[in-house]
């Protein structure tokens, strides 16, 4: 479960509303479209900046059951030989994009299956898909292959089989411990499946294994909670990912909410925010340091996140499967949502895809300079070096209000949130965004 999409760009507010905003990308995707799609061609036709570092990114779009808070882009009806088909599909659009001289001979740096869920296909599927993929862009050497599971489509052969194509680093969406909540938000898994699959996964021995949980499902208390919190904690994962439950447009519950037949009271964001918190000084407590707004980790020296680091810090990174984004050579880019599409594309031999937008200098300062700020600090140098502007000047006016507001402390060489900054990080960016795309929606 990776964080594309949301909706409107907004200001702070208390209330979780429908239409709130996860900041995965800028400028905003409500901006990219099908004229600027010429600009894909020109990048994928060059060769790449030799020191731009590379990733892929393989979406995997099943789900058993869509769960009602979920805006992903994914499919609950598919059958093995519709799957059979995605899988191959995949495996042709890797190929195609092997031959251009944007990717031709570049060795990714890491390799992400996102979803959806991965763990949904079976391993045949999988294995076909890497060998293909390897054979395409091989990996051999890549610093880290990543893997999001959903606890019940693990059987131990699974597993094994996950491991087994390279995977470093496991993330688990757990979610919640609590069945009545699990239940409620129409999670596919219970926390029974969690306990089945956590021995397997255990000796498996990846090198690092995320829990990923979300604060502010429907039904949650603090007793719910703190429960949750405690069972995270006894698991000792490397990592521990929370989000904050947002509810976007196109969401079952925000549906429900709109129309007016939903009744039950939600967490406010002061709650969510509160929880958050408890779950970060919980997990301090045994030693976890902060890794981003969203994540504690172990070890700040040994566990890191290779591809999340990379897209923050504005590589290349290549979308494959339906609705995948891209950024290849400054230019972002999407392929088509639409299942029929994406195949038939890849079919007739053409890549699927579906919009663009070529960014600017300035649009990657302020790419960067938003997604950074999600790990809890800026190094000003930084900036300065690879973009030749001094963002303290720059952005004085934005920086000084959230200083102000106590979100931030500034410094001479560097900018660090404070822990009330950091659990509201994505309000505070739209601050940083040129004036063209401010009040703009989002998607
Ligand atoms: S597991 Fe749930 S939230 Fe995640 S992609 Fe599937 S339906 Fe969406």
């Known amino acids: 479960m990776t964080k594309p999409e949301p909706a409107t760009t907004g200001a702070m507010t208390l209330d979780t509303e429908v239409g709130s905003v996860f900041v995965s990308n800028y400028p905003p995707f409500s901006f990219w479209d099908e004229e600027h799609m010429p600009a894909i061609d020109r990048v994928l036709a060059a060769p790449p900046h030799p020191q731009a570092d590379f990733g892929i990114y393989l979406h995997i779009p099943f789900c058993r059951k869509r769960c009602k808070f979920c805006y992903f882009r994914v499919f609950t009806d598919k059958n093995s030989s519709e799957i059979g088909s995605y899988v191959d599909a995949l495996g042709r659009e890797i190929e195609l994009y092997a031959t251009m001289p944007a990717i031709a001979g570049r060795r990714p740096k890491f390799v992400y299956f996102g979803g959806g869920t991965p763990s949904f296909i079976r391993a045949s599927h999988l294995q076909a898909l890497v060998d293909r993929a390897q054979a395409a862009i091989p ?57 089945r699959c956590m021995p397997w996964i255990e000796a498996a021995g990846f090198e690092q294994l995320n829990i990923d949980l979300i604060a502010g499902m429907v039904g949650e208390r603090w007793e719910t909670w703190r429960e949750t919190v405690a069972k995270t904690v006894d698991m000792m994962a490397d990592s521990v990912t929370i989000y904050q439950m947002e509810l976007p447009f196109n969401t079952r519950y925000s549906g429900r909410i709109l129309d007016g037949t939903f009744d039950t009271e939600l967490a406010t964001w002061e709650t969510k925010r509160a929880w958050q918190d408890y779950a970060f000084e919980e997990l301090a407590k045994v030693g976890y340091e902060v890794s981003s707004a969203y994540t504690m980790v172990r070890s700040l020296e040994t566990t890191h996140f290779v591809y999340r680091d990379a897209v923050w810090d504005g590589c290349d990174m290549l979308g494959t499967g339906v609705a995948s984004f891209s950024h290849l050579s400054g230019v972002h880019f999407q392929n088509v949502d639409g299942w029929g599409e994406y195949l038939a594309s890849l079919r007739d031999g053409r890549l699927p895809l579906g919009r663009a937008l070529p960014t600017t200098d300035r649009d990657r300062l302020i790419r960067e300079l938003i997604l950074q700020l999600k790990r809890g600090y800026l190094e000003v140098g930084n900036f300065q070096t690879k973009f030749g502007v001094k963002i303290l000047e720059e952005f004085a006016r934005p920086f000084a209000e959230l200083a102000e507001l106590g979100m931030l402390e500034l410094a001479d060489d560097s900018v660090r949130l404070t822990r009330r900054g950091l659990l509201q990080v994505d309000t505070l960016l739209p601050k940083f965004y040129d004036r063209a795309y401010h009040g703009a929606r989002y998607t």
């Open 139 to 195: 990996w051999t050497g890549v610093e880290e292959v990543s893997f999001e599971c959903e606890p019940g489509t693990l059987t131990e052969t699974k597993v094994h089989a996950i491991k087994d194509i390279g995977v470093t680093r496991l993330s688990l969406g757990i979610e919640n411990f609590d069945d009545e909540i699990l239940r409620e938000n129409g999670r596919a898994h219970l926390s029974k499946e969690i306990g």
